[in-house]
């Protein structure tokens, strides 16, 4: 019976701190912590708008599209490097995974970096993006390389790739 006890003990001192920490993160505008996540819009296991794969090492789950400015973001298409600066000033404003709209460009690695932060995420490096990105559904597409011009985020469905990533090749650099 007394090992019993200590379990719980431990159980409940792990539960109350999961649970300190993540007031903690939905305080300073962190919304992606373990608690907020569990049964919200999981997919195969990964958060609304990103798809499983399971051919990369490392990568469970991976944004379905390119980033674009979430709905709290002040500027929404931002179009010089100021304005990104101006969106990461608002800690509410995040990137997210949204088809159909004008992918966020101007964007540093740094400011990257930070947006995937912001939302629990991080970059692919050069493996897993290389992983990701082979075997593309349509060798013969041109994923908007050479058009010289932005298209809405999946606006090129024969693009994506074998696990439904969007975007992989061409639009933005």
């Known amino acids: 019976m007394k090992g019993v006890k200590v379990v719980l003990v431990i159980f409940c001192a792990v539960a109350i701190t999961a649970l ?3 007031a903690a993160d939905t305080l300073q505008g962190n919304d ?42 002040p500027i929404q298409e931002p179009s010089q490097l100021l304005h990104t600066r101006q969106n990461l000033d608002e800690s509410d404003c995040k990137a997210a995974s949204v088809s159909g709209k004008l992918p966020w460009r101007f964007v540093s690695r740094d400011q990257a970096v930070q947006m995937c932060a912001r939302s629990n995420k991080r ?7 290389y992983a990701l990105s082979v075997g593309m559904t349509n060798p013969e597409a041109t994923c ?24 992989l090749v061409g639009n933005v650099w």
């Open 20 to 22: 300190g920490i993540d």
């Open 144 to 167: 908007n390389i050479a058009s010289n011009r932005l298209a809405d985020t999946g606006s090129h469905t024969e693009c994506s790739s074998p696990v439904g990533v969007h975007d």
């Open 123 to 129: 970059l692919p490096t050069s493996e897993e993006w």
């Open 32 to 73: 992606g912590t373990l608690f907020s996540q569990l049964g919200n819009g999981l997919e195969d296991g990964c958060p609304e708008g990103m798809v499983a794969v399971s051919n990369v090492p490392g990568i469970t789950c991976v944004d379905k599209f390119e980033a674009v400015t979430s709905e709290k973001c």
